[in-house]
């Protein structure tokens, strides 16, 4: 995660990361992990999606139309 987050927000960009639910995966703790050893450095927002597979790409393509709107990642 940390070199993906890296090179996402190498341009000053604010990074965000929507992971599959944690009741399922370690997935986000590991991205929560990543964000914090780059904080100062990459602003990171890691996002517990609570869900899976169709629920997590509607959220996918939301965060993505509201960031290309101007949005703020907080």
């Not at 990074?15 to 703790?29: G, P």
């Not at 996002?47 to 899976?52: R, T, Y």
Request: with cysteine.
């Amino acid at each position: 995660f940390e070199e993906a987050f890296r090179a996402a927000g190498a341009d000053g960009s604010q990074v965000v990361c929507l992971t599959i639910s944690s009741a399922l995966s370690a997935t986000m703790v590991a991205a929560r992990n990543a964000a914090s050893a780059l904080e100062g450095e990459t602003d990171v927002t890691v996002v517990d999606s609570a869900s899976i597979t169709a629920g997590l790409g509607t959220l996918v393509i939301l965060a993505a139309e509201a960031a290309e709107a101007g949005a703020d990642a907080a």
